[in-house]
C-alpha cells in the first residue's frame, strides 16, 4: 500500500511572482539643505570645489567634494547662512 503525499498548490505561496510594495527612502530630500557650502567643515578651494575637513586627512589630502554634495556628517555653519 503506498501513501501519497498532499502538496501545496503553486498558488499557496505568498507573494510569488507578486511585485513587493517599496518603503518610501527615509533620506529622499535630506540633502537639500545639507550642502557642502553650508557646511562648516567645508573649505572653498576654486568656484564650485573644495575640501572636506571633517575627518583626518589621508596621504592624498582632504577629500575633494563640489559645493552642491552632502553628507550625513552636515554641521551647519552659521557664518554662511544668514
Not at 21 to 29: T, V
Not at 46 to 74: I, K, L, Q
Amino acid at each position: 500500500m503506498c501513501e501519497t503525499v498532499n502538496e501545496k498548490p503553486n498558488n499557496a505561496i505568498p507573494n510569488v511572482g507578486r511585485a513587493i510594495p517599496k518603503a518610501p527612502d527615509p533620506w529622499a530630500g535630506r540633502g537639500v539643505k545639507m550642502r557642502c557650502l553650508s557646511c562648516m567643515w567645508f573649505v572653498e578651494k576654486r568656484e564650485a570645489v573644495g575640501r572636506c575637513r571633517r575627518h583626518a586627512p589621508t596621504m592624498s589630502g582632504y577629500p575633494v567634494v563640489f559645493n552642491t554634495d552632502w553628507c550625513g556628517d552636515h554641521k551647519l555653519n552659521e557664518e554662511v547662512v544668514t
